[in-house]
């Protein structure tokens, strides 16, 4: 059974670094992208960054990047995403979920056909 | 930045048919995907690529698009099938995945 179950949420002030992981199971993590997306309280789903399988292509919204950082080892069997200068509006549940892509010459990220069950992070002084 | 709107909400009795539109510039030229969320849970891939169907998806999800519209169909509708559903694609311009605002779903 495909699982992904995230940790590293909790409670951080406006300003501070947080650093999520993602741990998968139940398919080879090596071959697949992986996004994370967000949903702040009561609001719709945000995608917030996005690796491929050997971390070629990384990709960010405009909201995080420059504070975000997404890696993974797939050695580790891990998915991570290092936060920085975090603001009240990051507040929201992280998930991470496996991205389908195709690969014509160049990555074309489709779907998402699995997700974790999400880490809520809580922004706040 | 590429934008996909839905409306707010749909309601429908059950047995009937719901119709959830997704509106963004030429969206025939994307491929559309949609996702079911329901309260506390992760949301739920249910159709992918406009119109197919993930395994363990009952055939009453459908997708379609047509100009600057993309519709996801719940057939036969049930209580189990009320929930948040979003539309979803991937903006090659922007490099961005794109969500929809999303559509609360009631069944009467």
């Known amino acids: 059974e495909v699982q992904l179950v995230e940790s590293g949420g909790g409670l951080v002030k406006p300003g501070g670094s947080l650093r999520l992981s993602c741990g998968p199971s139940?398919?080879?993590?090596?071959?697949?992208?992986i996004s994370w997306v967000r949903q702040a309280p009561g609001k719709g789903l945000e995608w917030v960054a996005f690796?491929?399988?050997?971390?070629?292509?990384?990709y960010y919204a405009d909201s995080v990047k420059g504070r975000f950082t997404i890696s993974r080892d797939n050695a580790k069997n891990s998915l991570y995403l290092q936060m920085n200068s975090l603001r009240a509006e990051d507040t929201a549940v992280y998930f991470c979920?496996?991205?389908?892509?195709?690969?014509?010459?160049?990555?074309?990220?489709?779907?998402?056909?699995?997700w974790g069950q999400g880490t809520l992070v809580t922004v706040s002084s | 930045s590429y934008v996909l709107t839905q409306p707010p909400s749909v309601s429908v009795a059950p047995g009937q048919t719901a119709r959830i539109p997704c509106g963004g510039y030429?969206?025939?030229?994307?491929?559309v995907h949609w996702y079911q969320q329901k309260p506390g849970q992760a949301p739920v891939l249910v159709v992918y690529?406009?119109?197919d169907r993930p395994s363990g998806i009952p055939e009453r999800f459908s997708g379609s698009t047509s100009g600057n519209t993309a519709t996801l169909t719940i057939s036969r509708v049930e209580a189990g099938d009320e929930a948040d559903y979003y539309c979803?694609?991937?903006?090659?311009?922007?490099?961005?995945?794109?969500f929809g605002t999303g559509t609360k779903v009631t069944v009467l």
């Open positions: 979920a496996r991205a389908t892509i195709t690969i014509f010459g160049v990555i074309t990220p489709n779907w998402f056909d699995a």
């Open positions: 139940g398919f080879t993590f090596s071959s697949y992208a």
């Open positions: 690796i491929s399988p050997g971390s070629k292509y990384i």
């Open positions: 030429d969206i025939g030229s994307k491929s």
């Open positions: 690529d406009d119109s």
């Open positions: 979803q694609v991937w903006d090659s311009s922007s490099d961005h995945y794109v």
